[in-house]
């Protein structure tokens, strides 16, 4: 039975008691060969459970007795340092937590599911165990290598959950850490529609048709809009037995790890190590615009880039090019700014890159931008809503200007309602069984069309209107 108040885990002991399990595993282990990870695992979880044994009973004598509940975290706390992820294991475990920041040792900031904000308990005695530990979660996270060090002083990686951590130090005034946890791994247009209200009947049935129709698609919106979960759920629609690419940075999208995606093949960047070579890069370095043209040789019609950040898009561009069914993310303040955005990436490509030569790569390119925008109202009492605002059709050039076509804009309240029916994308849409009639009846209801949204979109705002 508990007895006595609950105390936090005293990190210094976890250290201490982990490295004297960690000295028994390797003399218990020194004479056997082909040694499994799950024996290695029960060899560590037996020698660690004795120990704390040993370090509780030693309590109890000295008048300092734990409760049988501190006793187990202090285990599980070892066991996390000795398998896991140290002290970020509990965070990463809890299904209610969505985002953590941490800065520094002691500053530990946790976003959950419902919009609370709670400070969490220190994760490390100093910033330079904190370092340490993120070290290791690097060194275990991934197969992929990934490391921080003086020279590279930022690491980004997936957890084994699907989570993202992204950390730094020296370019920073205290070690930083910023892990986002993805609640939609496995997530489908209908759930986005009915559960989250990301999107009406008519827009889903326009994106099921235009994944069927093999149009290349752009997600775009600011940061934690739900883009890559957008992503995600279009995924979802490619039949199960084609063959598709996916290239990322760090692994994010887990589209390989579905029993529906038994044919998806995940590409993901490496960070190169040691000298420059003549080229100026670090020897070993992988970056996704190497990736996206070997996956030309590959005979898939897909490629799906996670995230475009950087000169990737003009590889990325020339592959949609001669593909069909491509799908990308991008950051970008409104729908507008969009193709800018996919301009101002690719002057950075190299001298021989125009701002023409890259609007008309685009236009090429791309068949549809959907926008996804955000009103988060969490701190007047409200909640996050995330809705799609726009889809635009991308219609090729005329002149030196790109010619785009609103099928759905905002509404009312700023929720995508039918503008226009498709235009250049109206024959592959007419081949996969879609009617645009279904779009002619709200394109003449002016200002009250409201699309199928059901009902207002009820934010704290709108009733002060």
């Known amino acids: ?64 007795p734990m409760s049988r509940r ?23 475990e809890d299904p209610s937590v969505v985002n953590v920041h941490v800065l520094g040792c002691d500053q530990v900031r946790i976003e959950r599911t419902d919009g609370s904000v709670t400070q969490g308990p220190p994760l490390a005695d100093s910033d330079d165990a904190l370092i340490q530990m993120i070290q ?48 939609l791994l496995d997530v489908r247009l209908e759930q986005l529609r009915d559960q989250y209200g990301v999107m009406d009947q008519l827009i889903c049935d326009f994106l099921v048709k235009a994944v069927a129709a093999g149009l290349n698609i752009m997600i775009a919106g600011v ?6 979960t957008l992503l995600r759920a279009l995924a979802r629609l490619i039949p199960d037995g084609e063959a598709f690419v996916t290239v990322e940075e760090s692994r994010e999208l887990g589209l390989h790890t579905k029993a529906h995606h038994l044919w998806a093949i995940s590409m993901e960047a490496r960070e190169g190590h040691g000298q420059r070579g003549p080229d100026g890069r670090p020897a070993g370095e992988v970056t996704i615009a190497d990736l996206v043209p070997v996956t030309l040789r590959m005979s898939v019609q897909r490629i799906i880039v996670g995230e475009v950040r950087s000169r990737e898009v003009v590889p990325m561009l020339q592959t949609m090019t001669t593909s069909r069914g491509s799908l990308c993310t991008i950051h970008a303040r409104h729908p507008r700014a969009v193709l800018d955005r996919v301009i101002e990436l690719a002057l950075s490509y190299g001298r ?16 549809l931008i959907v926008y996804i925008n955000t009103e988060d109202e969490r701190t007047i009492g409200g909640r996050k809503h995330r809705y799609i605002s726009e889809i635009v059709e991308i219609g090729g050039m005329s002149g030196d200007q790109v010619v785009t076509t609103t099928v759905f804009g905002p509404g009312p309240d700023g929720r995508a309602v039918p503008r226009h029916v498709p235009e250049r994308l109206l024959e592959p849409l007419l081949r996969v069984g879609y009617d645009p009639r279904v779009l002619t009846g709200y394109l003449t209801a002016g200002a009250d069309n409201r699309g199928a949204w059901p009902g207002q979109l009820d934010t704290i705002l709108r009733r002060y209107r």
Not at 223 to 228: E, L
Not at 352 to 367: F, K, N, Q, V
Request: glycine letters at 6%; proline letters at 4%.
């Open 70 to 92: 501190d006793e187990q975290a202090l285990l599980d706390a070892v066991a996390a340092d000795l398998f896991g992820f140290g002290p970020l294991q509990q965070l990463i």
């Open 136 to 183: 290791n979660v690097a060194m275990r996270a991934t197969a992929t290598e990934r490391s921080m060090s003086a020279t590279r002083p930022w690491v980004d990686l997936q957890l084994p959950d699907g989570s993202r951590l992204t950390a730094m130090y020296q370019v920073t005034h205290r070690p930083v850490i910023a892990i986002r946890r993805h609640t």
């Open 352 to 367: 021989e890159m125009t701002p023409d030569l890259a609007r008309r790569m685009a236009a090429g390119a791309l068949d």
């Open 223 to 228: 940061a934690d809009t739900g883009k890559t």
């Open 1 to 64: 039975m508990d007895s006595g108040p609950s105390f936090p885990v005293d990190y210094s002991t976890v250290r201490s008691l982990r490295t004297k399990v960690s000295e028994q595993m390797a003399q218990r282990l020194r004479d056997k060969t082909n040694v499994t990870i799950e024996y290695r695992r029960a060899v560590g979880e037996d020698i660690a459970a004795r120990l704390v044994r040993e370090h509780v009973d030693s309590r109890r004598e000295a008048g300092t």
